[in-house]
């Protein structure tokens, strides 16, 4: 993970995440498993409600549960 998305995902963990359910200061997961993603510093809604303006984005990712 690159700088960049380190500090997104920082900033996105002070929120909850409607997509996968994890709780804030927990990190985002494949719903429906306990995979933490690998490509993705949080899904993209939880980048959105954390006010993160441009996140790199996978799109192996993001099109994925």
């Known amino acids: 993970m ?3 998305c380190a500090k997104d995902r920082d900033r996105a963990m002070t929120v ?3 997509y996968c359910l994890a ?3 927990e990190p ?3 719903k ?3 995979e933490v993603l690998a490509n993705l510093p949080a899904h993209v809604s939880r980048l959105s409600d954390a006010g993160v303006v441009h ?3 996978d799109s192996r990712e993001y099109t994925r549960g």
Do not use: F, K, S
Request: net charge negative; aromatic share 0%; charged share 15%.
């Open 23 to 25: 709780q804030a200061g």
């Open 16 to 18: 909850p995440c409607a």
């Open 2 to 4: 690159n700088l960049e």
């Open 28 to 30: 985002c997961v494949r």
């Open 32 to 34: 429906g498993t306990d």
């Open 55 to 57: 996140a790199p984005l």
